[in-house]
């Protein structure tokens, strides 16, 4: 079975995702109150670890972006490699290109690297992968075998549910593959405002798709919480077109 997907964000009430741009809390210690928030919502979902995009990794301790390396074949580095114990946290960051290098194998407090690469990566690559201890696995020649990926870190990796914490075109390319469960939405009591900030969702498609096709939001719950935030959660049900 593939782990429950619950899409966890935090945005103002535009929906945008930028906190920095918000307008302040009236007690004026808005970045500490967004993260105190958000984290406990976090860890009262539970689950086993989270799941973000390459821009968000790289932000991390330990963790540089550099051009893809020189390809090599060895078809013994082609399968996916686990270098975890089963019941680490982790965090799975979606990185196609393999672009990402770790001098680290953690990364927030103990999670452990899982990374979802193209089938194109390089076998040097892979080998860096592994003298690092990072697990990997993949997801297609494009990276377009995302719903694979998903179903393999619950068939092979042994992962329950994990948070998808974005961001927008992350978030995007889940909602239009139909792999997100749940969203769980912490609105701050602020506004952005401007045109072209990114947003919780942003799939990078045609004009006329609609990523959010053949699924409806079920309502869960709604809650106030302190200092003005709201805490919503959806269930992501599949309509019979999709089915």
């Not at 007690?27 to 928030?37: F, P």
């Not at 393999?152 to 927008?168: A, D, I, N, T, V």
Request: charged letters at 20%; proline letters at 6%; a negative charge.
């Amino acid at each position: 079975m593939p782990p429950r997907i619950i899409c966890h964000m935090i945005s103002s009430v535009d929906g945008r995702l930028v906190s920095s741009r918000w307008t302040p809390l009236p007690n004026g210690n808005s970045e500490q109150t967004i993260n105190d928030h958000y984290e406990t919502i976090a860890d009262h979902l539970g689950g086993d670890g989270f799941i973000i995009g390459r821009n968000t990794m790289e932000a991390f301790d330990g963790i540089s972006s550099r051009t893809p390396l020189t390809p090599r074949e060895n078809n013994d580095l082609r399968d996916h490699y686990i270098a975890h114990h089963p019941g680490e946290p982790v965090a799975v960051v979606i990185d196609p290109s393999g672009k990402l290098h770790y001098q680290t194998n953690t990364i927030d407090n103990g999670h452990r690297v899982i990374t979802i690469l193209c089938d194109s990566v390089s076998d040097v690559y892979l080998q860096e992968l592994r003298n690092a201890g990072v697990s990997y696995l993949f997801a297609g020649p494009r990276c377009e075998n995302l719903e694979h990926a998903i179903a393999m870190l619950g068939l092979q990796f042994g992962l329950k549910m994990l948070l998808l914490e974005g961001g927008g075109v992350i978030n995007g390319t889940f909602l239009k593959s139909g792999l997100i469960d749940e969203i769980s939405l912490l609105i701050y009591p602020g506004i952005d405002g401007l045109s072209g900030i990114p947003s919780i969702f942003e799939y990078h498609g045609k004009e006329d798709e609609r990523p959010g096709s053949g699924q409806t939001l079920r309502h869960i719950s709604t809650q106030s919480i302190n200092d003005g935030f709201i805490w919503a959660r959806y269930l992501v049900e599949k309509t019979p077109s999709r089915l």
